[in-house]
Structures are given as C-alpha cells and as structure tokens.
C-alpha cells in the first residue's frame, strides 16, 4: 500500500488519522441526531435553532448543527392561518404600552383568541394571556364558543389567581379590540383588581400575543381530523403549556425557559434586570 500513499502524497498515519476523525464526527452526529428526535418527541415542530439551544454540543457549532439536522429531515413547513376570531367592540381603551419599558414580571400581559381546527367548519377557540417579561403563560382557556364569558373571563380570572393582590395594582392587560375584551364584565374586572386595561388598532399592536398563537399552534397543537372532546382537547392544552412554559427556550430570554427566567430575575437587583422596550 505505500506506493498509493505516495502517488496520492499522504503518509499511512495521515490517512488512518483521517479515518479515525471521520468515525468520531460520525459517531457525534448520530448523537446529536438522537437528542434531537427525543427533543422533537416532546416538541414535535420545534425549529432546529431551538434545538441546538438544548443540546449545546460541545464540538459543534451552532450553524454546522442546524445544517445536520435540516439534511437530516429536521425541516418544519409552517402553517398559515387566515380565520378571523375576534370582531371590534364598542368600547376601546387607548394603547397604553407603545414604547414601554418593561423591567420586571406582572408588569404588562398581553393576551389574544385564536382558532383551533378541528375538521371542516370545526373549531375550539383558545384565549391565551402572557406575561411579555418573561413569555409564560398566565391564563388561557379552551372554549367551543367566542363569547366573553367562555374565553377571555375564564383565562383572566385564572392569571389573576396566580399573583398576589399587590401585583395585580397598576398590572396593563393589553389586546386587540376584540369585542370579548371590551364588554362590561371585563371592564369590572380591570377595576376590581386593578389593572388598567389597553388596546392595540392593528395586528401589528398586540405582536407578542399573535407570536405566541403561532408558536402553539404551528410547534404543538393539532387537532385536525380528530374527534378531539372538549374536556380532552383542555388536557391537552395543560400539557402543551407546561411544556412551553417549564422546557421551550426562547431567544430573547437568552435561550431560558419562561419559568426558568421568572427564577432568574427574581434573584436579581432591580438594576441588573433586563430591560424589554416596546417598540409597537
């Protein structure tokens, strides 16, 4: 053999080291193929970025990891949804929180309705409310119906009860000008518990939220062409939430989870929290 390492002008050992780096970087990335099929076990659509940020391998980059993945079959084809859910009310409160800043928890939630499928003019309706800070979800509600007291009532409420009455002072609750945000009953809830209530005229005003019914939406929920009961479908969502709440990372959090960057901050001073702007 050492005629052809000397035609093709390597050495023996050059060519058995090459090998040896080959049969490592293979063996690396079936490891990484693997922790990504048991992450996509649990998140189904989640991005290949996403993934990355839980794996963290230590002798691969970020890019060269997203592109293993992707020729690997990891490529999520996103849904797009155009059906209208909310309907504008008589009654509009100004936007409050247009250029805010915003530097701790419980300080802005913004909340928003979307439609499940379920099959041919099927449909459950999921009412979300976030906290903006730290992106977890507060409340939410999975209705058959659009009006007020099956959707945004029921999701409030339940966001209420898990803070304190301190908390919930001077706390803005922010949405679109669905008519479900602006009926008497929400109207009495804002000041019982005041929190001062805002609205965005545009799609664009109220962002925050209609990332987050994509994110759930197009990562987690599919109920389409299932016969999907509503008490089984509201298990489900409780499960979904846990999960997006307690394991999905997200980029502005610096790739910590929601519940995980509540913890974080409440550690720190007031100084060297983060600082989100609104810029809508």
């Known amino acids: 053999m050492q005629w052809l390492y000397d035609m093709i002008g390597i050495s023996k050992q050059a060519h058995y080291k090459r090998l040896v780096s080959q049969s ?29 940020s839980l794996i963290k391998p230590q002798s691969v980059g970020r890019d060269k990891t997203e592109a293993m993945l992707l020729s690997n079959g990891f490529r999520v ?10 309907y504008s009310g008589t009654r509009w409160y100004v936007n ?18 979307t439609y499940i499928s379920l099959g041919y003019n099927k449909f459950y309706y999921l009412t979300l409310i976030q906290d903006l800070y730290s992106r977890k979800i507060k409340g939410w509600q999975l209705s058959a119906g659009m ?11 339940q966001a209420i009860a898990s803070i304190s009455g301190s908390q919930q002072k ?3 609750f922010h949405s679109d000008k669905g008519s479900q945000y602006s009926t008497k009953e929400m109207e ?12 965005g005229g545009k799609a664009w005003e109220n962002a925050h939220a209609e990332s987050l019914n994509g994110i759930l939406k197009n990562e987690y929920i599919n109920f389409l062409g299932s016969s999907i009961s509503l008490s089984q479908g509201r298990k489900m969502i409780e499960r979904i939430i846990k999960r997006y709440n307690d394991q999905r990372p997200h980029g502005s959090l610096k790739n910590m989870k929601p519940t995980e960057f509540e913890t974080f901050v409440q550690n720190l001073d ?3 929290k983060p600082i989100f702007k609104i810029n809508y």
């Open 24 to 52: 490592r970087e293979a063996e690396v990335e079936l490891s990484i193929i693997d922790a990504a099929q048991k992450i996509r076990k649990q998140h189904p659509f989640m991005g290949c970025r996403k993934i990355y």
């Open 270 to 272: 007031s100084e060297q």
């Open 77 to 86: 084809t996103r849904k797009r949804n155009y059906r209208r859910t909310t």
């Open 147 to 157: 009006k007020a007291n099956q959707t945004v009532i029921p999701a409030y409420q």
């Open 96 to 113: 409050r929180i247009s250029g805010t800043l915003i530097t701790d928890v419980n300080q802005l939630w913004v909340s928003d309705i």
């Open 170 to 172: 001077g706390l803005i």
């Open 188 to 199: 009495q809830l804002h000041v019982d518990n005041g929190v001062l209530p805002s609205m």
